[in-house]
């Protein structure tokens, strides 16, 4: 079955510092990755994709996210972090038979300034 | 502003009531789908549908059901509410079924069943 998978629950940074949200995937054949990012209150929004070609995939509000074969990964990144970026990030990839994205469970964002 | 729209956006239910959770979507997506999320579990699809008239299960479809006569509206309907059904409840639309144009999703709905 197709899945992702969120190893941290919560990740602390300090404002200005480089970010990092780990997201590993399961799927066979070559693998649709996304990042949605979620505001208190408010639905998903998408922040970036990997369909093919280039591993290094740029996204909304500075995101970027580096799809690494190898490894399985599909790591959301930043260089600098804000304030503002704090909020709930969703790794998601294909469901089987195409037909809808299934999620990881979460990492929640907390930037402190 | 073009988008998908959910309501109500708060609902509170006793335990047997029926209810329907409104979707609708102004940009002519072919593709729209329910969810639902916990926490720590993500979120989890309940159904989806690829264009009117069509229709299919999710992970989670027990205990709701949906159709989708226009284009534009995709409705949940809950028929026998228990506490279990107590969630956030996301529509999302895309123009393609893989979503590999992003999906656009809904503000919620926030739903208890006492």
């Known amino acids: 079955a197709q899945s992702v998978a969120q190893p941290e629950d919560q990740v602390n940074v300090a404002e200005g510092n480089p970010l990092t949200v780990k997201c590993t995937y399961s799927v066979s054949g070559n693998p649709y990755l996304f990042w949605y990012v979620q505001y208190p209150n408010r639905g998903l929004q998408f922040l970036l994709k990997y369909i093919t070609g280039d591993n290094l995939v740029k996204g909304s509000y500075g995101f970027e996210a580096e799809f690494n074969k190898s490894q399985t990964s599909f790591h959301l990144k930043k260089p600098s972090a804000l304030v503002s970026d704090s909020a709930l990030y969703f790794c998601?990839?294909?469901?089987?038979?195409?037909?809808?994205?299934?999620f990881g469970s979460g990492t929640r964002l907390q930037v402190q300034p | 502003n073009a988008g998908v729209t959910q309501t109500p956006k708060f609902q509170v239910l006793k335990t047997g009531q029926s209810m329907t959770l409104q979707c609708a979507q102004d940009?002519?997506?072919?593709?729209m789908s329910w969810y639902r999320q916990d926490p720590g579990m993500g979120l989890r699809l309940i159904h989806y549908s690829v264009g009117a008239g069509i229709t299919d299960q999710g992970e989670v479809p027990n205990g709701y059901n949906v159709s989708r006569s226009t284009t534009e509206d995709f409705p949940l309907r809950l028929l026998s509410a228990a506490p279990s059904q107590t969630s956030v409840y996301f529509c999302a639309s895309s123009p393609h079924e893989t979503g590999a144009y992003g999906y656009t999703f809904g503000s919620g709905t926030r739903l208890t069943v006492v």
């Open positions: 998601a990839t294909r469901r089987g038979g195409r037909r809808a994205l299934t």
């Open positions: 940009m002519n997506h072919e593709y």
